[in-house]
C-alpha cells in the first residue's frame, strides 16, 4: 500500500514534543544503549579494583579493570488500531483528522502508559530488594518532609546530582507548605501542557506526579491501563538514574487513507510502541520506594 503515511517520520518532532510533554518518566530514559539484535540490547560497565599497601622497595600492586557486558531483552510490545469514517472527519471539521487522533492517543494513553509501565516496574524491583517502606502519608508536612529525606539518604551515596524523586500531588503540597515555614526549598513550575511542579530538596529533584492513575505498584495491561488488584498507591520513589536502563526502539505511527486499504471508506490509524525498564543487576539497591499500607481491592 503505497500511499501509507508515517506520521512518526513526517510529524518527528511535533509527536517527539507531545510524547515529552505527556511523559514524566522521560528524563529517564537511556540514549546510550549498543543493540545486539532485533530486541537485546547490552550497556558495558566498568569496575577496577582499590589500593593495595605500597612497598617501598619498588614497583606498584597491579589492580584489576573488569568490562562487563550485560544483556537485556524488551518484552513490552504494545500496539492499538483506529478507524475513523471520512464523512467523520469531514463532518467533524476535521477534529477527527490523523494528527488530532494521535496527538490526543499520545497524551491520554501513551505517554500516561509508559509513565505508569516503568513506575510499577522500578517500584516492583524495589520491594523484591527490601528497599520499601509501606506507610500511610503522615498528614504534618515537616513529618513528610522528614521521612522523605530519609529516603533520599539511603542513595545519596550516588551524589544528589544523579538523583530523581516522584513524588504524589499530597507529598509535592506538603514540600510547598514545609518550604513556606523554613524556606529552604526552591518550588518552581516545569513548563510543560501537564503543568506539573519541579521542587528540589537537599540538592535532589522533585517531579510531582498529578495523575495518581499511573502511580502505582503494579497494572493490568489488558487494555490501556489499570491498577491492578492487590497493588499499592505509590507516595514517592527515589531513583538512582544510574540503577535503571529505560529505553524505547520502536515508536511507530501509520496512516491509511481511504482506497489504499480494504476495511471500509476512511482512515485507518495504527500506533505501535515498543519499549521496557530494566533495573541494572549491580545497582539493585538503587531505588526506593514509600507506597500506601493498604492494598487496591
Known amino acids: 500500500m503505497p500511499n501509507a503515511i508515517n506520521y512518526a517520520q513526517r510529524y518527528s518532532q511535533e509527536l517527539d514534543q507531545a510524547f515529552v510533554q505527556s511523559t514524566l ?21 566498568l569496575e577496577v579494583t582499590g589500593y593495595k599497601n605500597h612497598s617501598r622497595n619498588g614497583g606498584y600492586n597491579r589492580g584489576d579493570v573488569t568490562v562487563t557486558h550485560e544483556p537485556y531483552t524488551l518484552s513490552f510490545d504494545r500496539d492499538v488500531e483506529f478507524f475513523v ?27 500516561p502508559e509508559v509513565d505508569a509501565y516503568r513506575f510499577s516496574k522500578m517500584a516492583t524491583r524495589a520491594i523484591s530488594e527490601g528497599n520499601n517502606t509501606s506507610e500511610a ?32 500531588s499530597d507529598v509535592m503540597s506538603a514540600v ?66 544510574g540503577a535503571i536502563i529505560s529505553k524505547a526502539k520502536l515508536n511507530s505511527i501509520y496512516l491509511f487513507s481511504p482506497g489504499n486499504h480494504t476495511q471500509g471508506d476512511g482512515y485507518l490509524y495504527q500506533n505501535r510502541m515498543y519499549h521496557d525498564l530494566f533495573v541494572m543487576k549491580n545497582k539493585a539497591d538503587g531505588i526506593v520506594v514509600s507506597h500506601n499500607d493498604t492494598a487496591l481491592a
Open 176 to 241: 510547598e507548605d514545609f518550604k513556606m515555614n523554613k524556606g529552604s526549598i526552591s518550588l518552581d513550575n516545569q513548563g510543560t501542557v501537564i503543568e506539573t511542579r519541579v521542587a528540589t530538596l537537599d540538592g535532589v529533584t522533585l517531579i510531582e506526579v498529578f495523575d495518581v492513575d499511573r502511580f502505582h505498584t503494579s497494572f493490568d495491561f489488558t487494555t490501556g491501563f489499570t491498577p491492578a488488584t492487590g497493588s499499592y498507591a505509590i507516595n514517592w520513589i527515589v531513583v538512582y538514574r
Open 25 to 45: 518518566t522521560n528524563p529517564l530514559e537511556t540514549t546510550n544503549v549498543n543493540w545486539l539484535g532485533a530486541k537485546t540490547f547490552h550497556v558495558p560497565s
Open 137 to 168: 502519608l503522615p498528614t504534618d508536612a515537616t513529618a513528610v518532609v522528614t521521612r522523605l529525606r530519609e529516603d533520599i539518604r539511603k542513595l545519596r551515596k550516588y551524589g544528589t546530582q544523579n538523583l530523581t524523586v516522584y513524588v504524589t
Open 85 to 111: 469514517d471520512q464523512m467523520d472527519v469531514d463532518e467533524s471539521d476535521q477534529a477527527a483528522s490523523a494528527a488530532n487522533v494521535t496527538r490526543e492517543f499520545i497524551q491520554q494513553h501513551a505517554g
